[in-house]
């Protein structure tokens, strides 16, 4: 089994900055592709950024050229820069991640138990 264990969420003023974390742990022989996703209340959960085992990233518009997200494939943690925060930026974020485990050719599927990030107006 593998745990994502997420971190850094917060209070913060319109303007400002939070940075998430979150470590996987467990039975790990890989991770393959790394998410964030975020769900704000009556909204449907959306992939917010992704990054591949080599680097590559990927954003959701809303975000681009201000959130960045970063990974240690030694500590098997992503991370999520996220700056000039917004109000509709408020949500709980929720990492994700592909997992190989020794001896088996897929990947399995793993959520973080998610951070509640709030920005006040």
């Known amino acids: 089994q593998v745990q994502l264990v997420e971190s850094g969420g917060g209070l913060v003023q319109a303007g400002g900055s939070l940075r998430l974390s979150c470590a996987a742990t467990?039975?790990?022989?890989?991770?393959?592709?790394m998410h964030w996703y975020r769900q704000a209340p009556g909204k449907q959960r959306e992939l917010v950024a992704s990054?591949?085992?080599?680097?590559?990233?990927n954003y959701v518009d809303s975000v681009k050229g201000r959130f960045t997200i970063s990974r240690d494939n030694a500590k098997n943690t992503v991370y999520l820069q996220m700056n000039s925060l917004k109000p509709e930026d408020t949500a709980v974020y929720y990492c994700n991640a592909d997992v190989y485990h020794s001896g088996s050719y897929s990947s399995v599927n793993y959520w973080g138990q998610g951070t509640q990030v709030t920005v006040s107006s």
């Open positions: 990054i591949t085992s080599g680097g590559r990233t």
């Open positions: 467990g039975s790990i022989f890989e991770i393959d592709a």
